[in-house]
């Protein structure tokens, strides 16, 4: 039973538009979110986070919201770039055990020129 | 500067053989952690490790084994590879508490 989910496996955008991908997580206890990106032959890197206590988080063209109520978080990625195609991993962590993270299955994007 | 690198890159063994997939880290974080990545599973903990001499198994541990014996290094073995073993293997490394963690390139491993 996943704990962290990205129910779409793959997303496509046009260059310039805005990309948006959801995850959505199942347990409670969740308190410290995650994204990571990978590009092929090369090891999953950090993107942004974001703590239970914000509801936004912002670094350049990428922002995370989360939604505690719905147990939901999304980034948004705007303007999309050619460079940004590539696999989305969302994380999560507890306080309980904040070095142990779940990751979701990850979502492919691909930016469109 | 600090990086973590994983050896070999790519490896080709046979059902039944011992395999040992190498991780060193020079970011001298205590944490350290084992995943592999398949097809619509994400990445998967296999092994972590809080510190020297400390070990704990993950939600795919069954068939692996790690040993830390110093910060810097935590290889992953497989007692005796099956074909269910083919994957993708990532290393990371983190600080202890709420950050992110530092991946190295991956091994993939075939085991026919």
């Known amino acids: 039973d996943q704990q962290v989910k990205q129910n779409s496996p793959s997303l496509s955008v046009q260059e310039g538009r805005i990309s948006i991908l959801n995850c959505d997580y199942t347990?409670?206890?969740?308190?410290?979110f995650l994204w990571y990106k990978k590009y092929p032959a090369e090891g999953p890197t950090f993107l942004i986070s974001?703590?239970?206590?914000?509801d936004k988080n912002e670094d350049g063209r990428f922002t995370v919201f989360l939604n505690k109520s719905a147990k939901h978080l999304s980034l948004h990625i705007v303007p999309s770039q050619p460079g940004d195609s590539a696999v989305y991993f969302c994380a999560a962590s507890a306080q309980t055990s904040y070095d142990k993270v779940i990751f979701g299955p990850g979502t492919s994007l691909s930016v469109i020129p | 500067d600090a990086e973590i690198t994983q050896s070999p890159r790519h490896k080709i063994t046979e059902t039944g053989r011992q395999v040992t997939l190498a991780c060193h880290q020079t970011w001298n974080h205590n944490n350290m952690f084992w995943y592999r990545q398949d097809l619509g599973h994400g990445l998967r903990l296999i092994h972590y490790?809080?510190?020297?001499?400390?070990?704990n198994k993950g939600e795919v541990s069954d068939g692996y084994s790690v040993s830390r014996s110093n910060t810097e290094d935590l290889p992953l073995t497989l007692e005796s590879a099956a074909s269910s073993q083919t994957s993708v293997y990532f290393c990371?490394?983190?600080?202890?508490?709420?950050?992110?963690?530092?991946f190295g390139p991956g091994t993939r491993l075939t085991v026919t």
């Open positions: 347990n409670s206890m969740f308190d410290y």
């Open positions: 990371a490394s983190s600080r202890q508490g709420p950050y992110e963690q530092y």
């Open positions: 490790s809080y510190g020297v001499q400390d070990t």
């Open positions: 974001i703590s239970s206590i914000k």
